[in-house]
């Protein structure tokens, strides 16, 4: 129990030098609430969804566990709220971006590129969409709703953007949106496990030649 509570710690500790001044909010309430699923973020990406506790947040911010206990009212709610702010941040970073690019195909390459840097940047933390699916993959509740939920969100955006390639003339029109879109998921997946697990330097060059030859294999062909 002893080195547990010391790893705890010391997981506090590296999250407490890494983690960002939280954006501020107009009133003192939201803002301390958005600071502490700030931090409540930061440890998960270190220790997992279920490595949350409100004593390690509560020693995170140097708060008292009740005064983190009001801004929830259950680890449960907790656990949620960082699910729904990773959402949050991931559309921000990987989808929006993405839309600058033209319909089509320039556009579904601009969100596979976004998603790979995105991908990159998680490599000394982690992806709570990845470790979340491990820890509450046959854990039926609250968490894994929304998990699920934030899930298809994106999942059903990656669809729609192969649909437009299709809709453009880019892809053929006989490609299925829901194979293409798995495909590119796998192409992920792989990378995070070979650039986070196997620390290969050529994760993200094997990733985007993936990337390329499958959309060379469902290209249309140019009359």
């Known amino acids: 129990m002893a080195d547990t509570a010391q790893g705890e710690s010391a997981d506090v500790a590296v999250v407490a030098q890494r983690r ?9 309430g939201q803002q301390t609430k958005a600071a502490i699923v700030d931090a409540a973020l930061a440890l998960a990406s270190h220790v997992g969804l279920e490595g949350l506790s409100i004593g390690a947040i509560a020693e995170l911010m140097g708060m008292s566990k009740s005064g983190v206990f009001a801004h929830f009212g259950s680890r449960e ?3 949620i709220s960082v699910v729904r702010e990773y959402h949050e941040r991931f559309e921000r970073e990987v989808f929006r971006p993405a839309l600058a690019a033209p319909r089509g195909l320039p556009r579904l390459r601009a969100l ?3 998603w790979m840097r995105q991908t990159s940047l998680e490599i000394d933390s982690g992806c709570i969409y990845i470790s979340g699916a491990v820890e ?6 609250a968490v894994r ?5 934030t899930v298809n969100t994106w999942q059903a955006a990656v669809r729609k953007a ?3 390639a299709i809709d453009e003339g880019h892809l053929r029109a006989d490609a299925d949106p829901a194979q293409v879109a798995f495909e590119i998921h796998g ?3 792989a990378l995070h496990y070979e650039a986070r697990f196997l620390r290969n330097p050529d994760g993200l060059r094997h990733a985007r030649t993936g990337f390329d030859n499958l959309i ?3 290209q249309a062909s140019r009359a």
């Open 216 to 218: 060379a294999r469902y």
């Open 145 to 149: 709703d929304a998990l699920v939920a």
């Open 77 to 79: 709610e907790l656990q």
């Open 187 to 189: 192409l992920i997946l």
């Open 112 to 114: 596979f590129d976004h």
């Open 136 to 141: 509450f993959d046959d854990r039926p509740g």
């Open 162 to 164: 192969v649909q437009m």
């Open 20 to 28: 960002r001044r939280p954006t501020r909010a107009p009133h003192k």
